[in-house]
């Protein structure tokens, strides 16, 4: 069945340094990619929404500056956390959807665990 | 507002105990989907189950089954013999539709334990 792979897995950050997250669909083209994140034991918020080839939307209350999205390609996104601090720490997870893939289940990666120390 | 809640947010039981989910949800939509997702303490979210808002036909998947009702909008999921596998943490979700795409408004979660 159709895959989206997440990487890092973990990553360890320092203060101040930024992080990109990679979004891959390994067998389909992902025409949507969403963005999610999760703080512990609390529900997945999403962040933004990106069409490949135009710019994401973010939904309210996220920084488009903090938190840059590229949607380069269809079968990458990428999240770079930017100037990134102990706050941002968090568990982000990205799904995907392709054409024809109106309403079926989201595909989810397995979810990069940001730690910024 | 479209939204998801689910108030249990933690139960325990012991192994082949019958447990139920409950999940409630709220929209002005009158197509949606609902979904039921796993996410064991991996983090990877699982895929469980999605049904349109014109099915209320219940269903049963091994020892998974779902009960929906549009009338008190719910959409709840039962876990028959549990076992100590199933201890994680589960999500019901609605899709919002949004600029011709799908977002999932996530409920809080339950976690769920299955004690041996």
């Known amino acids: 069945g159709a895959v989206v792979s997440q990487h890092p897995s973990r990553v360890i950050c320092k203060s101040g340094t930024s992080v990109k997250i990679e979004c891959r669909s390994l067998d389909f083209q992902a025409t949507t990619m969403f963005w999610y994140r999760q703080f512990p034991k609390q529900s997945l918020m999403l962040m933004a929404t990106?069409?490949?080839?135009?710019?994401?939307?973010?939904e309210q209350g996220v920084e488009k500056d903090k938190f840059l999205i590229n949607h380069a390609s269809l079968t990458l996104s990428t999240l770079t956390v930017t100037s990134a601090h102990p706050e941002d720490s968090s568990f982000y997870i990205c799904?995907?959807?392709?054409?024809?893939?109106?309403?079926?289940?989201?595909?989810f990666g397995n979810g990069t665990r940001l730690t910024v120390t | 507002a479209q939204k998801v809640t689910q108030a249990q947010t933690e139960i325990s039981v012991v192994e082949k105990e019958d447990v139920t989910l409950d999940c409630v949800y709220e929209t002005r939509d009158t197509t949606y989907y609902l979904f039921w997702y796993k996410q064991p303490p991996s983090g990877e979210l699982v895929f469980l189950i999605r049904r349109n808002s014109f099915d209320e036909q219940n269903e049963i998947s091994g020892r998974y089954s779902w009960n929906f009702q549009k009338s008190t909008s719910s959409f709840n999921f039962t876990i028959t013999a549990s076992q100590v596998v199933d201890s994680a943490v589960y999500f019901c979700?609605?899709?919002?539709?949004?600029?011709?795409?799908?977002?999932?408004?996530f409920g809080t979660g339950t976690r769920l334990q299955v004690f041996p």
């Open positions: 799904s995907a959807l392709g054409p024809g893939q109106d309403n079926s289940p989201l595909h």
């Open positions: 990106s069409n490949e080839g135009s710019k994401a939307t973010y």
């Open positions: 979700a609605l899709s919002e539709r949004s600029y011709n795409t799908d977002k999932l408004i």
